[in-house]
């Protein structure tokens, strides 16, 4: 038994323990995989990778949506996705401005039946989490218009009350196509909590990858049901506790759903087929490497041990070496002021990790990448890679970019390192080697030349 637990929340939505305290908890009871699965948020999940990077965790980027068929919930777990990818943002954003419309409606209605509730008084209710009508009803309770949440719901915010305010829905298939097209898995939750066997068939064929089978709700005749229906529409099977923390529910959930072994690696491979990984031999292309390029001269190797002997570079290092990137075309140095050199540093520097910074840093600035990968890999091969336009190039062939290299964002950059990152977990090969495979492949399979 592997300990894992695919569905937990933080405070980025309706749970009580920070993605931070989250990953400490999870650490302690010796979980060796979690998945961060908010409400229609992926807030929580670059902080949970930033805590599990000082322990032995592995964090899965998550999400859960709320969808609807006619008036019923029904949720849709997104694993493995490009959580930084912008359409897939995008959507989010929309949905949480959808809601706090929603939320600005009805207290607008309550304020028009006499209830002097201010929005800012909501707001303080929700915190950072996404507000919904909970929030208000809380809200309701302390300004003393009603005895607790369920009062709140009869008199007020249910279905059929006074102050309802219909909710702009989410289809399933909207949820499992925004998680399909950001390059993750999509999951139908907890299909117990759904009215009949008839609605789960028809997410199954909305185009689902698998159904959360295990579940701290349900029992065990539950569980074997889902896993035969899984097992019938050739689905893979996931599994979690729906954790939300001390606060919210009664006992804390995480990590006590027994979930077999194999879950994690057919969500992996779920993932891989996607992209039908399988077809490229890392092993064999990262033997042709070295006759293919020379992606460590030894002035790289210089710079690079200049701006990296420690583990971390400063703010002016960063500061210094982003100059240098930027002074090497004329081109850059004329689009970048001094100010805006130094702005971008700013920003970049509270990014997770000195990687990240560096090639956020210099894909703002439109220069360098190769060569700022090349330095870091050359100096530490397990955690770094080249992100050269041939990696971007094998990965286009693949199926996970439809971006244009001539139309790359920074953010792209951080898609293909993120991409590297997971291959690289997925397999017992470091970032550095999947980068020299990727990029070797395509020296082999390409005709004439790149730039
Ligand atoms: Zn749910
Ligand atoms: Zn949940």
């Known amino acids: 038994m592997r300990n894992v637990d695919l569905h937990l929340h933080t405070t980025a939505s309706d749970g009580s323990y920070t993605p931070e305290e ?7 009871m010796g979980l060796e995989t979690i998945a961060v699965t908010d409400h229609d948020t ?18 899965i980027p998550g999400v859960e ?15 493995y996705f490009d959580y930084l990818d912008q359409n897939f943002l995008m959507e989010l954003t929309k949905l949480k401005e959808a809601r706090e419309n929603r939320g600005k409606k009805i207290v607008e209605k309550l304020n028009k039946l006499g209830l002097e509730l201010e929005w800012k008084s909501v707001i303080e209710v929700a915190g950072s989490g996404a507000v919904g009508r909970p929030h208000i009803a809380r809200a309701l309770v302390n300004e003393g218009y009603v005895a607790d949440v369920s009062a709140a719901f009869e008199d007020y915010l249910g279905d059929r009350g006074p102050a309802y305010v219909p909710k702009t829905q989410l289809t399933p298939q909207d949820a499992i196509e925004a998680i399909n097209e950001a390059g993750g898995v999509a999951v139908l939750a907890h299909p117990g909590h759904l009215s009949t066997n008839e609605l789960i068939v028809e997410i199954i064929e909305a185009g689902i990858d698998g ?27 996931t599994g979690g506790s729906d954790c939300h923390g001390p606060k919210i529910k009664e006992g804390i959930l995480l990590g006590t759903v027994d979930i077999p072994d194999n879950v994690i690696d057919n969500l992996k491979v779920a993932y891989r087929n996607r992209y039908n990984i399988e077809s490229i031999d890392f092993k064999k292309y990262l033997k042709v490497y070295p006759e293919t390029s020379g992606l460590y001269p030894e002035k790289l190797q210089e710079i690079g041990e200049k701006y990296h002997d420690k583990g971390y570079l400063t703010k002016e290092e960063l500061y210094e070496l982003a100059y240098l990137n930027s002074t090497r075309s004329s081109y850059h140095v004329k689009k970048n002021s001094p100010d805006r050199v130094k702005k971008i540093t700013e920003i970049v520097y509270n990014l997770a990790d000195e ?23 050359s100096l530490d091969e397990a955690s770094h890679t080249v992100i050269d336009t041939r990696v971007w190039a094998t990965l286009y062939q693949m199926g996970y970019f439809d971006t244009k290299k ?6 792209d950059y951080i898609r293909i390192i993120n991409i590297v990152r997971r291959l690289a977990n997925e397999t017992d090969l470091t970032t550095a080697e999947i980068g020299y495979a990727l990029f070797a492949y395509d020296v082999e399979h390409r005709e004439g030349t790149l730039h």
Not at 65 to 79: A, C, K, S
Not at 214 to 237: F, P, V, W
């Open 355 to 377: 990687f990240s910074q560096l090639t956020l840093l210099t894909g703002l600035l439109g220069v360098g990448i190769p060569t700022a990968s090349a330095i870091l890999t």
């Open 22 to 28: 989250l990953v400490e908890k999870a650490v302690g």
């Open 65 to 79: 949506f709320t969808t609807y068929v006619g008036q019923e919930e029904v949720h849709i777990l997104g694993y």
């Open 42 to 59: 992926v807030g929580g999940v670059a902080p949970a990778l930033t805590a599990a990077k000082e322990v032995d965790l592995e964090v």
């Open 406 to 411: 001539e139309s790359f964002s920074a953010d």
């Open 211 to 237: 159904i959360e089978a295990y579940y701290s709700g349900h029992d065990e005749e539950e569980t074997k049901q889902y896993i035969k229906l899984a097992n019938r529409y050739d689905l893979i099977i």
